[in-house]
């Protein structure tokens, strides 16, 4: 599985971003997809996931802000950032998981700044 993120950039506080993360590969049925956020010199932290149901699962901090949705015609997870501030600075990482195992994208960073 190869997992291809985009939608990264640039944008003031206040501002939004949509991240997207699609997938590829020869197993294609993902159980959970998710995205994770890491700060300089820090471990990765869960973001967001969602579910084969569709259902939404957010950090804290995320919640309100944040929507997570997937489509697995396409599949992809899609990442609805609003409202960001620049805390939410970070490089931004896809993560799904099949029945067996789970696979990381590359990343995108997402910078909040004026």
């Known amino acids: 599985v190869q997992l291809q993120a985009s939608g990264g950039g640039l944008v003031q506080p206040g501002g939004s971003l949509r991240l997207s993360c699609a997938a590829s590969g020869s197993v294609l049925e993902f159980k959970v997809m998710g995205w994770y956020r890491q700060f300089p010199g820090k471990e990765r932290e869960f973001t967001a996931s969602?579910?084969?149901?569709?259902?939404?699962d957010y950090a804290d901090s995320m919640k309100g802000r944040f929507t997570i949705s997937r489509d697995d015609a396409e599949n992809t997870v899609y990442l609805q950032m609003n409202s960001l501030k620049p805390e939410d600075t970070a490089i931004y990482y896809c993560?799904?998981?099949?029945?067996?195992?789970?696979?990381w994208g590359k990343g995108t960073q997402v910078t909040v700044s004026s």
């Open positions: 993560r799904v998981f099949t029945v067996e195992r789970d696979y």
């Open positions: 969602t579910g084969v149901d569709g259902s939404p």
